[in-house]
C-alpha cells in the first residue's frame, strides 16, 4: 500500500533553516508529481511547492527564492530546503503524491523569532 512519511520539522529560529523529506513506499514514484502543502491553524491548506517527473518545480509566491523543491527518485524521496524562515512559514508541512491523490501526515515546523 502507498505510504508517505515526512520528517525534519523541528523548531527553528526566524531566519534559520530546514529540509523537510518524505519518503514515498509502494508507489512508482519516478511517474508521480510530488507537492509540498502546509497549514496553519485557523488558516487553508495552501499549495507550497511541487516538482513534476522530469524535475520542473512549482512555487507558491509566498515562498519563491526562500524554498527549493527537489526529489531524488532512487531513494523515493521528495525534499522541501527552507532558507530564510519566518515566523509566518509555522505550520504543518504535507507532503502529497498530487497523481494519485495520497497524502502523508505532516510534520511540524514552528519558526520564532
Known amino acids: 500500500q502507498v505510504q508517505l512519511v515526512e520528517s525534519g520539522g523541528a523548531l527553528v529560529q526566524a531566519g534559520g533553516s530546514l529540509r523537510l523529506s518524505c519518503a514515498v513506499s509502494g508507489s512508482t514514484f519516478n511517474v508521480n508529481v510530488m507537492g509540498w502543502y502546509r497549514q496553519a491553524p485557523g488558516k487553508q491548506r495552501e499549495k507550497v511547492a511541487s516538482?513534476?517527473?522530469?524535475?520542473?518545480?512549482w512555487y507558491a509566491d509566498s515562498v519563491k527564492g526562500r524554498f527549493a523543491i527537489s526529489r531524488d527518485n532512487a531513494k523515493n524521496t521528495v525534499y522541501l530546503q527552507m532558507n530564510s524562515l519566518k515566523p509566518e512559514d509555522t505550520a504543518v508541512y504535507y507532503c502529497?503524491?498530487?497523481?494519485?491523490?495520497?497524502w502523508g501526515l505532516g510534520t511540524q515546523v514552528t519558526v520564532s523569532s
Open positions: 516538482i513534476n517527473s522530469g524535475g520542473s518545480p
Open positions: 502529497r503524491i498530487l497523481t494519485l491523490n495520497y
